[in-house]
T-cell receptor
């Protein structure tokens, strides 16, 4: 399967714990995005990388959130000291860059976080 | 910045009936427009997109959407729906930028339920 893969698919944690999600993009895609989706809402942009550089971060991304993409391949999204409000589906997407990039994103199936 | 409004959160319709899912957007610059579909327990998938040229775009499974610049709309239609079309549909927009586009802004989604 050459699609975007995310791990774990489900994570249940207690408030105050740290969690980390991993995303493996489509191999030839140099752009990687993280979105968050809560119940009844559309995905909300969190951050994106071009290769290993984090080029943009949403104000939704508080200091407890950090994302990395070492070597421009897979990415991790870490949430420290989780709060109940962090419960959501965390989506990863990838795309190509370049003048012919039309903004079409390829999404993974998401990592669902439940904070108790 | 861009924004997307999907006026209907839920649309129930009987099988073989026509359906229209409404989408309006706001942007100070030219945009690309997308419809994504999310089937139960699956990731978001691109359904169709408007980039340029003909304002009427079609998907492989019979959906179509028409870009109306004066009304800033991109409504999704299908003349005859099937049970398998039951899913959540998201309208999305991204700004045309010099070079390449970046993040998508999504609407809150419309749950289409096709009834037998």
């Amino acid at each position: 399967d050459t699609g975007v893969s995310q791990d774990p698919r489900h994570k249940i944690t207690k408030r105050g714990q740290n969690v980390t999600f991993r995303c493996d993009p489509i191999s030839e895609h140099n752009r990687l995005y993280w979105y968050r989706q809560t119940l009844g809402q559309g995905p909300e942009f969190l951050t994106y990388f071009q290769n290993e550089a984090q080029l943009e971060k949403s104000r939704l991304l508080s200091d407890r959130f950090s994302a990395e993409r070492p070597k421009g391949s897979f990415s991790t999204l870490e949430i420290q000291r989780t709060e109940q409000g962090d419960s959501a589906m965390y989506l990863c997407a990838s795309s190509r860059s370049g003048t012919w990039n039309t903004g079409e994103l390829f999404f993974g199936e998401g990592s669902r976080l439940t904070v108790l | 910045a861009q924004s997307v409004t999907q006026l209907d959160s839920q649309v129930p319709v009987f099988e073989e009936a026509p359906v229209e899912l409404r989408c309006n957007y706001s942007s100070s610059v030219s945009v690309y427009l997308f419809w994504y579909v999310q089937y139960p327990n699956q990731g978001l998938q691109l359904l169709l997109k408007y980039l340029s040229g003909s304002t009427l775009v079609e998907s492989i499974n019979g959906f179509e959407a028409e870009f109306n610049k004066s009304q800033t709309s991109f409504h999704l239609r299908k003349p005859s729906v099937h049970i398998s079309d039951t899913a959540e549909y998201f309208c999305a927009v991204t700004a045309r930028l010099s070079g390449s586009a970046r993040q998508l802004t999504f609407g809150s989604g419309t749950q289409l339920t096709v009834l037998p």
